[in-house]
């Protein structure tokens, strides 16, 4: 049986790397304006694994959403 996100552990859940697509849809946002993002330090650094393509662990993004998306108080 394969493992989705829905019954992974959490730490496994937050440690899964995802690829800029990915990471652009779970943020709500275009693979350009999450580069842009990047560039300016406002994005969470990207891992690089093989030098060329651009990755985030899944915890990363959470961490994001949760700090831009927040009800203001």
Known sequence: MRATLDNLPDAAWRRRLVGSHS????????PYEIRRLVKL?????PRRPNGRHWSWRLGQLADYSDAIFREPE
């Open 41 to 45: 330090g406002l994005f969470p650094k």
């Open 23 to 30: 990471a652009a849809e779970y943020v709500d946002k275009s």
